[in-house]
Nanobody, 118 residues
Framework: QVQLVESGGGLVQPGGSLRLSCAAS????????MSWYRQAPGKARELVAT????????TYADSVKGRFTISRDNAKNTVYLQMNSLKPEDTAVYYC???????????WGQGTQVTVSS
């Protein structure tokens, strides 16, 4: 079955950096676009970044452009989110995501907490 397992979250000071990882299994990873979402307390879940199956195309939310970088290693079935110049408003639970365009199913990881605070 599809599994998405995030890691790398934690507490960081404003201006700091973190790299999140999402290890995927149960499907042909190299054929599937992947995304990172986040959800802050009391707010709706929002799309942060998406990367195409081959890794040649990426898109970002305006709020993270120039600070976050999404990447993937298809040999390791892993997608990453490098987060630099972190701000307190980046505090959220970050989720790895993929969908299945044939069945309409949505797949989420368990989430990893990122807290930006001094």
């Amino acid at each position: 079955q599809v599994q998405l397992v995030e890691s790398g979250g934690g507490l960081v000071q404003p201006g700091g950096s973190l790299r999140l990882s999402c290890a995927a299994s149960g499907f042909i990873f190299s054929r599937i676009a992947m995304s990172w979402y986040r959800q802050a307390p009391g707010k709706a879940r929002e799309l942060v970044a998406t990367i195409s199956a081959a890794g040649s195309s990426t898109t970002y939310a305006d709020s993270v452009k120039g600070r976050f970088t999404i990447s993937r290693d298809n040999a390791k079935n892993t997608v990453y989110l490098q987060m630099n110049s972190l701000k307190p408003e980046d505090t959220a639970v970050y989720y790895c995501f993929r969908d299945d365009v044939f069945t309409g199913r949505l797949y989420w990881g368990q989430g990893t907490q990122v807290t930006v605070s001094s």
